[in-house]
């Protein structure tokens, strides 16, 4: 089907339910869907939004186009919590069926207020001529989960800004409220962080773009977020054409952060506590990341999987994307490390102890957690989803000797996922030291938590599903632990 403009902004309201069941039953059935992480249950998911904790559970909003994989008009649907782990569907949250929003319902974020929980977004306004005017709209969620929006935007973009002005961050911080905005500068084209400023969330007024680079970031920064970790501030952003002799990165567009060793919002003043940004993942898929500082104290991350402007197999399906798993941050000297939640060992079911042979697992039903440790000084291959003659795979290619690093190699592993940005992704790890991995394959999706979180891989990949043998390419020092994992939707 030819996704045309006037297709893609059809009103949600003039689909017809028998198309929105199809579809719903096309992407449930998939066997590449996922089955223990927040996936589309139809069409397209993208950024995750909202991501708090109000009225005694955890909220996850996600961008979404439910009537195909394209980046239609947007809304956001919403999903509720109590463990970040097992959650449920609540349906459409905001939809875009005011004036305001009447192109889309972007990206934003949750902050809870005097009982409620304020949704911060975008309203993507399009006039007659498609002319766009980015408006910064709040909406309200009371305990019945019902949302009423603003009919006024808090925020107009100023006349510095292009039409790319989006993704509004608001949260509390020294007894002030701040929105941080991802934004393109008029004159000079650049990505910047754009930082308002208010005493009572009604009147706002700009403080100015962040200062937390020399280096220019790239054309446009998209989906800004700052948390505090350890007591440091971390901004983690995704600048948009940012030069690679900046920071390294292979993906179309990066998701970058930054630990900080202080920031002053009230200047737009952050001073990096780093040389330059770092990737928030070493994998092929993560993108438009969104972290909150929850009441028990910790900081919470969710990322999408998938990729603005690429495409993926299950296109022809329908249905595109999913999200990561809950990592908690941390920092330890000046890095940030991501953690599994202790609350998704509740999934595992099974369990099997291997050491040292090369064969691991024949039928692992595709959805499942490995715990690896591979002692120092060891070279091989571990297939993970491959045929029992290990002809086909995922291989994660180590060394843990004289020249230690991983490789991520999904060239060999069905259908090829936008091969032109690279097939392979690499991590450098300490010389002669013990190599721990925590995998977790769902599906399609695979995530390799790399010594104790240090480092996070995240991808697609689309094996045969047939295809579920997990073994080395010879006999080598390790201990493993397998899970079968549990649905959970
Ligand atoms: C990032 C993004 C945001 C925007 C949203 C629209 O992926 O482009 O900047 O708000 O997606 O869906």
Redesign the pocket.
Known sequence: MEWTREKRYLKYKDWDAQTLLNLQTQAATSPYQMHYHVHPLSGLI??PNGFSYYNGEYHLFC?SYPFGPV?GI?SWIHFASSDMVHWHYLGQAINPDSELDNA?A???SGLVHNGELLLAY?G?HRDKNWIRTPYQVIAKMDKNNKIVKDTNPIILPPEHVTEHF??PQLFEHNSKYYIIL?AQDKDTKTGEIDVYESDDLKTWHEVGYLDFSKEKMGYMI??PNLVFVNDQPVLIF?PQGLDKSIASYDNIYPNMYLVGKNIDLSQAKFTPAQKAPKDLDDGFDV??TQAFNAPDGNAYAIS?VGL?DCTYPTDDENWANTYSQVKRLEVKDNELYQHPLDSIKSLRMDHEAISNQAHLKDHTSNQYELKLTIQPDQSGKLFLNADSDLKTGLILDFNTGDSSRLIIDRSNVGPKVNPEYGEQREVLLDLHHELNLDIFVDGSLCEIFINDGKNVATLRFFANPENQTIAFDHDLEYDADFWKMMPIM
Request: glycine share 14%; hydrophobic share 10%; charged share 25%.
């Open positions: 993208n950024d961008q980046h947007k889309g972007y990206s934003g975008t993507n989006r993704d991802g998209e989906c995704c993108y438009a999408w603005p």
